[in-house]
Nanobody, 113 residues
Framework: QVQLVESGGGSVQAGGSLKLSCAASGYIVSNCRMGWYRQVPGKEREFVSTISSAGTTSYADSVKGRFTISRDNAKNTLYLEMNSLKTEDTAVYYC???????WGQGTQVTVSS
């Protein structure tokens, strides 16, 4: 069974840091582009960051310079390191893989002022 499972979310004060993980099981994602998205209630899911199988990265302007996406192919895991968090980063964060279009279940990130 194919699964993407996010972890690492939580509550943090503005200016703080969190590191999200997305562990894939059921298939190997090393050849897949993978990404992070986020969603707040009442709004569409928005792009945060993506990383190619070769390690090429891209970021939304709103997180550039604060978030870092990475992957460990040996562990079949995707990461998102989030620094200098702002209240507007509060959302449910989802990982996805682009080979088959699977999404994780999401992990809540709450940033308080």
């Amino acid at each position: 069974q194919v699964q993407l499972v996010e972890s690492g979310g939580g509550s943090v004060q503005a200016g703080g840091s969190l590191k999200l993980s997305c562990a894939a099981s059921g298939y190997i994602v090393s050849n897949c582009r993978m990404g992070w998205y986020r969603q707040v209630p009442g709004k569409e899911r928005e792009f945060v960051s993506t990383i190619s199988s070769a390690g090429t990265t891209s970021y939304a302007d709103s997180v550039k310079g604060r978030f870092t996406i990475s992957r460990d192919n040996a562990k079949n895991t995707l990461y998102l390191e989030m620094n200098s968090l702002k209240t507007e980063d509060t959302a449910v964060y989802y990982c996805r893989e682009y080979c088959w279009g699977y999404w994780g279940q999401g992990t809540q990130v709450t940033v308080s002022s």
